[in-house]
């Protein structure tokens, strides 16, 4: 690839990126409440939430763990949920998802695709995207491992007894 083509990419994509959050804040404006997931969040979880513990919960653990991530975005300054309903937006939208992410749609995706987002999101050069990626492995990690019946899948055993007293 030539140097001229690969700026002329580069500015495009950023300009898709800049437009597509300029389509995502227009269809959907600020909330001024609380965080909630939408169908469209959870259809995220449901495949994120195994791509990122390492393994597929049943239904009824799955739709728990989702429950528990919404209740920690939650648990954040209005800001921070602000900024987290937008990465959830932006990757909801089918543009930006496969610009993003690379994935066609959420429920799709293959775990090879999953595998591929995370890790380049884990080690892109672009700061933000390494903060988005942290911020989705906490949510998930610390939304699933919240319920002591998940700890047994990492050898936990719970919180030291005189600590807990």
Do not use: C
């Amino acid at each position: 690839m030539q140097r001229r083509s690969f700026l002329k990419a580069g500015l495009l994509g950023g300009l898709a990126l800049v437009a597509g959050g300029a389509v995502y804040r227009q269809l959907r404006p600020a909330p001024a409440q609380r965080f909630a997931l939408d169908a469209e969040g959870r259809a995220m979880l449901a495949v994120l939430l195994p791509a990122i513990i390492g393994f597929t919960p049943d239904a009824a653990a799955l739709e728990a763990g989702i429950d528990r991530v919404g209740a920690a975005v939650n648990g954040l300054p209005l800001r921070v949920q602000k900024e987290i309903s937008d990465l959830f937006g932006l990757l909801s939208m089918a543009p930006t998802r496969r610009l993003l992410a690379g994935v066609p749609a959420w429920p799709e995706a293959t775990p090879e695709q999953l595998a591929a987002f995370l890790q380049s999101w884990r080690t892109h050069r672009t700061e933000m995207l390494q903060t988005a990626y942290h911020g989705l492995h906490d949510l998930v990690l610390g939304g699933w491992y919240a319920e002591p019946s998940s700890w047994a899948a990492i050898a936990y055993s719970g919180p030291m007894k005189e600590l807990s007293a």
